[in-house]
């Protein structure tokens, strides 16, 4: 079984950064990682994703602002996110699958295991 733990959600700025952990445990190797987010009365959006061999991708409305990363040694997957803006803000999730191409394939929003998600509310 695997579990995911996130932090670091919070309220700031425009043009202010967080930076959210997820605390994975049980068996993780060789998975896919990815950090979705759902905003009020909108569909979940997919964000970024790891894929095993730190292949990245991140959504088009992110790039370039958002980064996300993963410790291997402490297995906790990360996401910062700089220059954020009011439409950032949003209930972050993130997720794991053991189906290692759903990294690949960007209308993947059905990953296996989830964290409980932390809110970021970013106020103009």
């Known amino acids: 079984q695997v579990q995911l733990v996130e932090s670091g959600g919070g309220s700031v700025q425009a043009g202010g950064s967080l930076r959210l952990s997820c605390a994975a445990s049980?068996?993780?190797?060789?998975?896919?990682w990815g950090w979705f987010r759902q905003a009020p009365g909108k569909e979940r959006e997919r964000v970024a994703t790891f894929a095993p061999g730190a292949v990245t991708r991140h959504v088009d409305s992110v790039r370039g602002r958002f980064t996300i990363s993963k410790d291997t040694a402490t297995n906790t997957l990360y996401l910062q996110m700089n220059s954020l803006k009011p439409e950032d803000t949003a209930m972050y999730y993130c997720a794991a699958d053991r189906r290692t191409w759903v990294c690949y394939d960007v209308a993947v929003r059905t990953f296996t295991y989830w964290g409980q998600g932390t809110q970021v509310t970013v106020s103009s």
């Open positions: 049980g068996e993780t190797i060789g998975m896919c």
